[in-house]
């Protein structure tokens, strides 16, 4: 007995050594036919990377936007004193070295095949030479069609074929929390794509222009993107670059574009008639404080009182007085002071229209015959 189960473990030890032999020199031969091996820690060179669960590109948008926005470079030709061939002048003050060339660079939009170019009016206000620079490498001459101080908004027209357009989109459906993208050229090294959200809406009171209904972003605008597209995620645009907050000149992710709203009003009217024209009544408005609401029973945001009336003006003629509430002008409601002022200057010049207005002893409608707005632009943020 004790010499057969020497016999078995001697067998035994000789079968597994054997076996650690194979599986080390030829481990092939231990494999069964019709299967492989993978290591568990190491894929194959050949397969897929997923995409994480969740993550979204903007490269549709980006590629449908980015082809119809555009580089604009502005010239002025120096401006020499015209004293300096003087020789009085000269003795006093010496030879006066001539003044360098100024140059400008900021973006458009192309909004028509026609090749009109939507733009800011600072980017090619007193210009004397405009060039528009594709995407695709092509330039040409810009002419100015028209612009629009009090929006900062310009209509420049290119002659160029196969334009590619960008689509209009609403942005009045724009919600805070929405995601964007702007295009644009900054500091000149070439077009770039930054993202962010829809951080505000309606900002206004800001000193940028007249006519303030700003779209307020995070996504990085820098001087050069003045005038190129905030779009939505399918590549519409939402807006144009307008304007930063900023100490340093750079961006600090508070950055101000105009509505495609008013920009497609002021581009259909500059296409039309080379101009904006807006009416005016003469009023100096404030808005309704809580004190001032309760002393006409009113609730506080519910109108606007007027503090002064322009002598002779429109207002005037029609018998607004200070310390009228106006509540609505032509049917549409105004809450505060920019409502007020973009609800006038919706009216047509020379063409009545109805105010409601709250006085101490009651409500009463006042039909009003505006006149024709034209007051100069002011300007304070940084472009």
């Not at 724009?174 to 993208?181: A, K, N, P, T, W």
């Not at 800001?206 to 209904?213: P, V």
């Not at 609401?293 to 007027?306: D, K, L, T, Y």
Request: net charge negative; aromatic share 4%; charged share 15%.
């Amino acid at each position: 007995m004790k010499r057969l189960w020497l016999l078995f473990a001697q067998t035994v030890t000789v079968l597994v050594a054997a076996l650690f032999v194979v599986s080390t020199l030829q481990p092939q031969w231990l494999k069964r036919q019709g299967t492989s091996v993978v290591p568990v820690f190491e894929a194959p060179s050949n397969a897929p990377v997923a995409a994480a669960e969740g993550t979204t590109s903007f490269r549709t948008a980006a590629r449908t936007a980015s082809a119809a926005v555009v580089s604009i470079n502005t010239s002025k030709a120096p401006v020499n004193n015209p004293q300096s061939a003087d020789p009085w002048f000269r003795f006093f003050f010496g030879d006066q070295a001539p003044s360098q060339q100024q140059s400008g660079l900021g973006s458009g939009v192309i909004v028509s095949p026609a090749g009109y170019v939507l733009t800011n009016n600072h980017v090619i206000e007193e210009a004397d030479e405009i060039e528009v620079i594709l995407n695709d490498g092509r330039k040409s001459v810009a002419q100015v069609m028209g612009t629009d101080p009090e929006t900062d908004l310009a209509i420049l027209k290119i002659a160029l074929t196969d334009l590619p357009v960008i689509t209009l989109g609403n942005s009045d459906a724009l919600e805070i929390g929405d995601q964007v993208l702007a295009i644009g050229n900054p500091f000149g090294v070439g077009q770039t794509v930054t993202s962010g959200i829809v951080s505000a809406l309606g900002r206004t009171q800001l000193g940028i222009n007249t006519f303030e209904n700003f779209i307020q972003t995070d996504a990085a605008i820098n001087p050069g993107n003045s005038g190129g597209a905030l779009v939505d995620v399918s590549g519409q645009l939402m807006g144009i670059n307008t304007a930063i907050y900023s100490r340093s000149g750079g961006s600090m992710g508070i950055g101000f574009a105009i509505p495609t709203s008013t920009a497609r009003s002021v581009m259909e009217a500059i296409v039309k008639d080379g101009k904006v024209t807006r009416g005016w009544i003469g009023v100096e408005p404030q808005d309704l404080s809580p004190e001032l609401a309760e002393s006409f029973g009113m609730q506080p945001g519910a109108g606007v009182i007027i503090t002064g009336v322009l002598q002779n003006g429109p207002a005037a003629q029609a018998g607004i007085r200070p310390g009228d509430v106006i509540t609505a002008v032509a049917g549409r409601q105004v809450t505060s002071v920019a409502q007020l002022l973009s609800a006038v200057a919706n009216l047509v010049p020379g063409t009545p229209a109805q105010l409601e207005v709250v006085r101490r002893e009651g409500k009463v409608t006042i039909d009003v015959t505006p006149g024709r707005r034209n007051l100069p632009r002011q300007q304070s943020l940084p472009r």
